[in-house]
């Protein structure tokens, strides 16, 4: 029973959080706040598999956001919202729930096979050519949609409100607020399952010798498929859930500047360390909206941070250790290892 | 049909010519050293058995299935391991991550499994450890399962990488120069660690090495090699009285 | 007869992308270093030109009540700026990359040193000058010779050309002919044995940022005498798309950065010729992936081989 308290005093806590929400005991601007501190434990969580446990340095984690975040709502949209372009809503309000979850498992699977994209020449390259490969391709996604007017274009679109609502005139809870952290969860915990099992040990193989890993009989080229499509897939996902929380979409958004700050939160953390991801989001977030008052400063001094963070300890907040390394005793507590 | 089989092989990098129509045949249960002059071309047959390079010319048959165009991760599941010249152990990972990932060809679960944490994923990780385990025990490493590579001393580090290399239950075992770097008492224990493989697991171990010791006390076969054409081929006593050898390893005066 | 037009176009745009990916390839030869806030030097070299220019002619910046002659005021602003562009980049490494380099940290923190560096500079310039664009002073006379058949080509186009070859042909010299040149050379291939003949490291690199962004801030002025409205972030995107053409071209290789910028502009006013221009960037990025993966090494790279 002991081994599972972890799970139950996590699970507690998203409840009374949700019940703080619901009855407004945390006003709106904290619940958004949350919203995007899930979001941003999911992005951070996934590049950190690609760039922290397998060494690699993707540049374009925006790019996948985007792939998710654009396929998902125009899912939701088609759905549940009346627009313009695309006409009536397909499906009765009463779906929204199920619907919801569908269209966000869309857009993993969207950003996913982008990843795979992404994914192939890096069986021939690393290092510095990758980066220039993502970085391209988060571009080339930009660019792309900026050039889609149907979708509209630089623009974006909204009506992803509708399937809020619609989730909303079925049982008036806030909606949004669980998915983002069931998403988070659901992140924190595939990752997990992943890089304790002696399949997901391959990955760090390979980044510490990948000719080693090769010739001992690591199949390097479906690690790095595995590795990449989970990454980006789970990047499409946390683009969904963005756009759910925003309301709308549009492409800058999901540019330079957002791989960057997923970057930054990553090597926060700690390249290789979980925990470290998760916590470096979550620090991230606290950040920028104590910051907010910088305004155009904030994005001075947060790179000054890093830059000092390089200089004096840039294993990050916990190098490539975990939690459970630093507490061993918080091991007696959850069941997987 | 042989264990291995390789007929012709050439390997030219360039103008270099680095192994010339190599020729060897291996059965199951040998012990079998490769020796040579450095640069002699050595190195780069286990690499091209590997699976690393490709041949220029000749085949590479394991069990009677040509290898050629197979990755080296699809060799390996043949049945082949190897240890390397510079130690190259996983460094960041404890020495029984080392050990369970050289098992990666047979982990026996899916990536869903592995998500979802299903009975068979809880077996073969079970399995996988089990046999770590063993290894660790029968090789007097399980003190340190849970060490880093790079805190452990050299002998102990080449004894893990054996180790990993037997993770991967070979048919064929390739040794490349295992005891260089290490001093007499560590050689001492190499020689009884590989005739203790030798005489309980059913591998042919191949290995190439320059201390004279370690081969003459174990192989029961040697092939010379030099500038990467074969010179000599047979038992410990033809090879030491062999002029062709002397005189590549020590020059033309004759002793 | 409008290809001519286009060809001189795409020569001039190929000139920034060129001028820029000297910089990168210099410092990524001798350093293997991505040098992700070049583009942004690029930036500062344009402003600083800039300020220059309009404190000589008096019509802004320090307000000196200076009312120089326009041809003059840009003989001084050029030599300066790229001596202060030059400046900035120095200070950059020795206070950014040095100490990492100093203590061994693995390369990868330097670039995300770089990475930011850039972020502080587009972001310091937005924060410190405000988002209002600045424009660059006319300095010198247009003058507009028609080739016949509707081409037309101005003195600044010409100008532009012929100073990236000319510091194509300079750096060749330097890199084939100096000892110090050679050093550089040298460097990428083996750090220790250079200091071992005489020439100290950190000289090595500082010649490097100086000509890297010295180069920058040349294309940085011409830049601005070109195209004269100047932003914040205007070094970002050109830097990046530079940067992807020295790599096309093989990074390391100085030759691959004058073809690879060059082809850049090629591409960039070949695609805007036939599609509507939105279409740009997308195929600017899309065909130079395509060239990678055909040629990873890029086209004067040189294919390294692991040993084990």
């Known amino acids: 029973m002991q081994k599972y308290t972890a799970t139950i005093v996590l699970f507690a806590f998203i409840a ?38 397998m060494g690699e340095f993707s540049c374009g984690h925006g790019g996948f956001m985007c792939v998710g975040a654009y396929v998902s709502s125009l899912c939701t949209v088609l759905m549940f919202s009346k627009n313009q372009i695309l006409g009536a809503p397909l499906l009765p309000p009463q779906f929204a729930f199920i619907g919801f979850p569908l269209a966000l498992m869309a857009g993993s699977a969207a950003a996913a096979i982008a990843g795979l994209v992404v994914a192939v020449p890096s069986f021939k390259t690393r290092g510095d050519y990758l980066a220039i490969i993502t970085l391209a391709a988060n571009y080339i996604v930009i660019s792309a949609i900026n050039n889609m007017e149907i979708i509209g274009g630089p623009r974006g679109f909204m009506g992803m409100s509708a399937t809020e609502r619609a989730m909303q005139d079925m049982l008036n809870i806030p909606w949004v607020l669980i998915f983002v952290l069931l998403g988070t969860v659901f992140t924190v915990w ?27 009989s690591v199949d390097t080229n ?49 390249m290789g360390s979980l925990s470290g991801a998760a916590l470096a989001a979550i620090l991230f977030t606290v950040l920028m909206e104590a910051l907010r008052f910088l305004d155009v400063w904030k994005w001075v001094v947060i790179p000054l941070l890093l830059i000092l963070l390089m200089q004096f300890r840039p294993e990050g907040l916990m190098g490539n250790k975990e939690l459970s390394d630093l507490f061993p005793k918080l091991r007696k507590y959850y069941s997987f290892k | ?84 010249q510079g130690i190259r152990l996983w460094g960041e990972m404890h020495v029984l991550d080392n050990i369970r990932i050289a098992q990666h060809y047979r982990l026996g679960y899916s990536l869903l499994d592995c998500f979802l944490r299903t009975k068979n994923y809880t077996l073969r990780e079970k399995a996988i450890d089990d046999i770590a385990w063993e290894l660790l025990e029968a090789m007097d490493l399980k003190d340190c399962a849970y060490e880093l590579p790079r805190n452990l001393p050299y002998g102990v580090q080449r004894r893990v990488e054996i180790a990993r290399a037997m993770s991967v239950k070979p048919s064929l075992l390739l040794l490349d120069e295992p005891a260089a770097g290490l001093n007499s008492a560590d050689v001492e224990g190499l020689i009884k660690l590989v005739r203790w493989i030798y005489d309980n697991y059913p591998v042919t171990i191949w290995m190439i090495e320059h201390q004279m010791k370690v081969v003459m006390s174990l192989c029961s076969r040697i092939k010379v090699v030099d500038f990467g054409t074969t010179i000599a081929d047979g038992s410990p006593e033809e090879i030491q009285k062999n002029h062709t050898v002397i005189k590549a390893y020590l020059g033309d005066d004759t002793i | ?72 005021a840009l003989a001084i602003t050029v030599p300066v700026t790229m001596i202060l562009t030059a400046l900035v980049g120095v200070t950059l490494e020795r206070t950014a990359y040095r100490p990492l380099r100093r203590k061994g940290a693995d390369r990868l923190y330097v670039v995300i040193t770089a990475l930011m560096a850039g972020l502080v500079l587009e972001n310091g310039n937005l924060a ?32 532009v050309i012929v100073a990236a070859i000319g510091v194509f042909m300079l750096l060749q010299f330097i890199v084939t002919r100096t000892k110090i040149g050679m050093a550089m050379r040298g460097i990428s291939y083996d750090k220790f044995a250079i200091p071992l003949m005489g020439i100290p490291l950190d000289t090595i690199i500082v010649v490097t940022f100086v000509l890297g962004s010295g180069m920058a801030g040349l294309a940085g002025i011409l830049f601005a005498m070109s195209y004269p409205i100047l932003e914040p972030y205007m070094g970002a995107l050109i830097g990046w798309k530079a940067f992807i053409a020295a790599v096309v071209g093989g990074i390391g290789d100085i030759r691959g950065a004058i073809v690879g910028g060059f ?22 990025f899309s065909v130079l992936l395509i060239i990678l993966w055909l040629k990873p090494t890029g086209i004067y790279g040189v294919a390294q081989t692991t040993k084990i």
């Open chain 1, 190 to 216: 595939i990752l997990r399952r992943f890089v304790s099992s002696t399949l997901g040990k391959g990955v760090p193989a390979i980044c510490q010798d990948e000719i080693a890993a090769e010739i001992m």
């Open chain 3, 263 to 284: 082809m850049l502009g090629f591409i960039e006013i070949g695609v805007v010729a036939v599609f509507p221009s939105t279409l740009r960037d997308l195929f600017a």
């Open chain 2, 1 to 84: 049909m042989s264990l291995l089989e390789i007929n012709g092989l050439t390997r030219r990098f360039g103008g270099l010519i680095a192994v010339n129509d190599f020729n060897i045949e291996l059965g199951e249960h040998e012990l079998v050293a490769l020796i040579g002059p450095n640069g002699a071309g050595k190195t780069t047959v286990f690499n091209l058995i590997s699976g690393f390079y490709q041949p220029s010319e000749g085949y590479i048959r394991l069990k009677g299935k040509d290898t050629k165009g197979l990755r080296p991760h699809q060799v390996t599941a043949l049945g082949v391991a190897r240890t390397f």
């Open chain 1, 16 to 53: 009374l959080l949700v019940v703080l929400a619901q009855f407004s005991i945390l006003d709106r601007y904290y619940v958004s706040v949350l919203m995007f501190m899930g979001v941003n434990v999911i992005l951070a969580s996934s590049l950190n598999l690609v760039n922290g446990y």
């Open chain 3, 128 to 159: 410190l000058l405000g988002a209002s664009r600045k424009r660059f002073p006319d300095m010198i006379d247009k003058v507009v010779w028609n080739l016949g058949g509707g081409v037309s080509v101005t003195n600044l186009k010409v100008i």
């Open chain 1, 222 to 270: 479906r690690m790095k498929l595995i590795a990449f499509m989970l990454s980006s897939g789970l990047a499409g996902l946390a683009g969904g859930l963005y756009a759910q929380v925003l309301g709308y979409v549009n492409p800058q958004s999901f540019d330079i500047m957002r791989s960057t700050e997923v970057m930054v939160m990553v090597y926060l953390g700690g």
């Open chain 3, 1 to 72: 007869m409008e290809i001519f037009q286009h060809i001189l176009n795409a020569l001039q745009f190929g000139s920034f992308y060129a001028l820029i990916a000297l910089g990168y390839t210099l410092v990524y030869g001798v350093l293997r270093l991505i040098n992700f806030a070049h583009g942004d030097i690029f930036m500062v070299g344009a402003y600083l030109a800039y300020f220059i220019a309009v404190t000589l002619l008096g019509i802004g910046g320090l307000n000196l009540g200076m009312h120089i002659d326009p041809a003059l």
